[in-house]
């Protein structure tokens, strides 16, 4: 199960913008470009969790990935931190894994879920979203 969150997570980020960072006193060099301090930079979620050099078949929803010795080798899964990382983390992730879990065994328990027939899961991000 946390397999599948983490995949759903990876493919659809919670957090809509980047998490930003500031470069130190002295300035920093980032992907060969000379960054003075006190500048803000950031990679946004989305960009980072579905890029090749990041992730194999970075557009697949493939749970296995994140499964204990068996994954995908290239996949660089210190790049995935969906509620931040270091000082600037979410306190609440812990909470936040653990109350996914339960709404997501409580859905699977309560409903039966499946696509219609004559009907296709598409792309999560193809969707058409009209406001009323």
Known sequence: M???????????PPIPDNLHREVPAGGGKI?????????AVGVPGYSMFRY??????????????????EGLEGDEKEAFYPFGVGP????????????????LARLLWNFDLRVPEGKRLGNWTDQSILWA
């Open 2 to 12: 946390t397999a599948v969150l983490q995949e759903g997570i990876r493919l659809c």
């Open 31 to 39: 992907c060969g470009r000379w960054l003075p301090a006190g500048t």
């Open 52 to 69: 090749s050099f990041n992730f194999e078949e970075p557009e697949e929803f493939l749970p296995e990935r994140w499964a204990d010795g």
């Open 88 to 103: 600037s983390g979410c306190l609440g992730q812990q909470l936040a894994w653990v109350e996914t879990r339960i709404i």
